[in-house]
């Protein structure tokens, strides 16, 4: 379902507000669970729900001492961050990030 041009305005408005969604919901009379589907449903024709992996360089000057262990984390644009392990299987980490996409 394409959204409409009302709704766009309103989550438009939402994310430059610096709002909570609940509170942007209350201020103009939205229905929170309506803005909640027009977003998602928003989000889906900017492709936001899908991950983005970017190059990383690693050089000798970033990994440290030898003996420290460091944790691979991943970030998403939304700021969602999950730390793994570095002794996580490379086989494993490739089944999570097919899942993601």
Not at 6 to 34: F, M, P, V
Request: proline share 5%; charged share 20%.
């Amino acid at each position: 379902m394409a959204v409409s041009e009302d709704w766009r305005a309103h989550i438009e408005a939402w994310k430059s507000s610096g709002l909570r969604q609940t509170d942007y919901c209350r201020q103009h009379q939205l229905n929170y669970n309506s803005f909640i589907t027009r977003l998602s449903e928003y989000r889906k024709t900017q492709g936001a729900d899908k991950p983005v992996l970017i190059p990383v360089t690693v050089s000798n000057e970033s990994i440290g001492s030898p003996t420290q262990t460091h944790p691979l984390v991943l970030t998403l644009k939304q700021g969602h961050r999950l730390e793994l392990p570095e002794t996580v299987s490379v086989q494993w980490l490739l089944a999570l990030l097919r899942g993601l996409t």
